[in-house]
């Protein structure tokens, strides 16, 4: 554990990083085109007067967070059932691994085309991209974990009468859990990204869809501070992975 000096120091110089970053920006945006360039002193305005702007922000955030749940929720069922599936028989995961990974490596934004041209504008095709992004980090994560279970310990507990399940269970799971937790993490926060670069890709409504909606009326200190919700979306998600993730690997410590 570090000492609260530590973390004192830690917190302090990223509260001088942040504020020196604000004091650039507003440095650099200050004397140009206000209709090109918003600094923070127009973007924290306009953030306290978003609901005013725009009254329906809980509905599209609301759907915006619906669409991430499904979205994740289907990555991590497909990833587990997938990943246990091609990494439980021997040799098999060892077959397909390089094409998932290969598949994984390219861009997915190629494929958003397509899933539009498929389910359409509406939150189908969010959920489909975000699927997408976040499916294949779980997958990978079971692979790696897999690999890395002793196998002597499964045949330790084959021999004292352990059947499958119990070896799951008890050697199984406990090996791939940080792997598995961290596949999840990444899973959730590119399971987000995805569906937010859907939404502002095209969309009729959602987080992105009003972020498109305000750089294309060039309100841009409402598309700033649009954006600046979607990244506290986003480290908001990642911090309460972060702090799963913490956890998990204290239970397997």
């Known amino acids: 554990m570090r000492s609260r000096r530590a973390v004192a120091w830690v917190w302090g110089g990223r509260a001088v990083l942040f504020v020196g970053l604000l004091l650039a920006w507003e440095g650099w945006a200050g004397g140009r085109d206000p209709l090109l360039y918003v600094s923070p002193s127009r973007v924290l305005p306009a953030a306290a007067q978003l609901l005013s702007a725009y009254?329906?922000?809980?509905?599209?955030?609301?759907?915006?967070?619906?669409?991430?749940?499904?979205?994740?929720?289907?990555?991590?069922?497909?990833?587990?059932?997938?990943?246990?599936?091609?990494?439980?028989p021997r040799h098999v995961g060892e077959i397909y691994e390089p094409l998932l990974a290969a598949l994984y490596a390219v861009p997915s934004v190629v494929w958003y085309?397509?899933?539009?041209?498929?389910?359409?504008?509406?939150?189908?095709?969010?959920?489909a991209f975000g699927f997408l992004l976040g499916v294949f980090p779980v997958v990978l994560a079971v692979l790696t974990g897999l690999r890395s279970v002793d196998r002597t310990l499964l045949t330790v507990a084959r021999a004292y009468g352990a059947g499958p399940g119990?070896?799951?269970?008890?050697?199984?799971?406990?090996?791939?859990?940080?792997?598995?937790?961290a596949g999840l993490r990444s899973s959730l926060a590119l399971t987000t990204v995805g569906v937010l670069v859907g939404e502002v890709l095209g969309a009729r409504a959602g987080l992105g869809y009003l972020i498109?909606?305000?750089y294309g009326l060039l309100r841009t200190a409402d598309y700033a501070?649009?954006?600046?919700?979607?990244?506290?979306?986003?480290?908001?998600?990642?911090?309460?992975?972060?702090?799963?993730?913490?956890?998990?690997?204290?239970?397997?410590?």
């Open 113 to 127: 085309p397509s899933l539009m041209l498929f389910f359409g504008l509406g939150p189908t095709s969010k959920v």
């Open 225 to 253: 501070a649009l954006a600046l919700l979607a990244l506290v979306l986003v480290v908001v998600v990642d911090g309460g992975a972060a702090l799963l993730e913490a956890r998990a690997r204290r239970w397997t410590g």
């Open 55 to 88: 009254p329906t922000l809980p509905e599209h955030l609301r759907l915006t967070t619906g669409e991430i749940v499904a979205a994740y929720g289907l990555s991590v069922a497909v990833g587990l059932g997938l990943g246990l599936a091609l990494g439980l």
């Open 166 to 181: 119990a070896s799951f269970v008890k050697v199984v799971l406990p090996a791939i859990t940080g792997t598995l937790v």
């Open 212 to 214: 498109n909606y305000a």
